[in-house]
């Protein structure tokens, strides 16, 4: 039952964070979770000073793996396009 709830809360996360930084029309579902994944966990690594972010799901968890997805995709954004949307 984890493993389903981190792909729907990624899902939301990556799909949020496609939408602040624009990339909503390019990417499916998919790509929405791989990014809410991937940057829930660079924002756990970003804020917990090194450690990954174990706790359960609460505000401040959901907008630190916010914050990851935005800054993974600013990145993605920046190599692809040579700047940031």
């Known amino acids: 039952m984890g493993l389903i709830i981190w792909l729907i809360i990624g899902g939301v996360i990556g799909w949020l964070a496609s ?5 909503d029309g390019q990417q499916g579902i998919i ?12 924002g756990g690594l970003i804020l917990s000073g090194g450690s990954i972010n174990n706790q359960g799901l ?11 997805a935005v800054v993974l995709l600013a990145i993605v ?6 700047s940031v949307r």
């Open 19 to 23: 939408i602040i930084m624009r990339t």
């Open 31 to 42: 790509l929405n979770i791989v990014v809410g994944i991937v940057g829930a966990f660079i």
């Open 58 to 68: 609460t505000l401040y968890s959901f907008l630190v793996s916010l914050l990851g």
């Open 77 to 82: 954004n920046l190599v692809r396009r040579g």
